[in-house]
T-cell receptor, first 114, second 113 residues
Framework: ETGVTQSPTHLIKTRGQQVTLRCSSQ?????VSWYQQALGQGPQFIFQ???????GRGNFPPRFSGLQFPNYSSELNVNALELDDSALYLC?????????????FGPGTRLTVT | QQQVKQSPQSLIVQKGGISIINCAYE??????FPWYQQFPGKGPALLIA?????SEKKEGRFTISFNKSAKQFSLHIMDSQPGDSATYFC????????????FGAGTTVTVRA
């Protein structure tokens, strides 16, 4: 069974640019959640996708957007990057239905905005 | 507004000792409380979790104690080992909603050999 994978591992972007981060969910999981983890802090919920539909969003501006594909992989897009967007971006997947709460995290993508 | 408050920020324990991490929450609607362990350069890994209808849950050397009336819960790591050195996050979740995890700020545990 393959766990949650994310790409790329590290990324350096310039303020104002756009970035796309990718996540492949664990086999059999149809729900993907994205979190932002600033240095020394706990992860903060960005949004969740369930069966290709957004199913809940945290306190993040619209320039954070996402997609989920039919194979349940997902993308996180961030437009107009700001310095404060520098963080570890984590993807978590979970089974559908009654087990949707049990989330398994990938290793993350470290984004640095200069 | 942080919905889950975690303490201490860091702790050092001798090998074989007990590590205790405390968390408090505000939202009484939370109904699932997991703990995650994170090593440097890795994503958080689900360690143990508890529902509010149970006061204690034990898995190996890890025990969660839950006090619903005080809105507090804690993680006890018994017989701490150097391999337990990591950052631990408590979290709270609303089941049957968007399932988002609300995390505490984390506790860095260092186990000295």
């Amino acid at each position: 069974e393959t766990g949650v994978t994310q790409s790329p591992t590290h990324l350096i972007k310039t303020r104002g640019q756009q970035v796309t981060l990718r996540c492949s969910s664990q086999s059999g999981h149809n729900t993907v959640s994205w979190y932002q983890q600033a240095l020394g802090q706990g992860p903060q919920f960005i949004f969740q996708y369930y069966r290709e539909e957004e199913n809940g969003r945290g306190n993040f501006p619209p320039r954070f957007s996402g997609l989920q594909f039919p194979n349940y992989s997902s993308e996180l897009n961030v437009n107009a990057l700001e310095l404060d967007d520098s963080a570890l971006y984590l993807c978590a997947s979970s089974l559908g239905g009654a087990m949707r709460y049990e989330q398994y995290f990938g290793p993350g993508t470290r984004l640095t905005v200069t | 507004q942080q919905q889950v408050k975690q303490s201490p920020q860091s702790l050092i324990v001798q090998k074989g000792g007990i590590s205790i991490i405390n968390c408090a929450y505000e939202n009484t609607a939370f109904d699932y409380f997991p703990w995650y362990q994170q090593f440097p350069g890795k994503g958080p890994a689900l360690l143990i979790a508890i529902r509010p209808d149970v006061s204690e849950k034990k898995e190996g050397r890890f025990t969660i104690s839950f006090n619903k009336s005080a809105k507090q819960f804690s993680l006890h790591i018994m017989d701490s080992q150097p391999g337990d050195s990591a950052t631990y996050f408590c979290a709270a979740q609303l089941l049957f909603n968007d399932y988002k995890l609300s995390f505490g700020a984390g506790t860095t545990v260092t186990v000295r050999a």
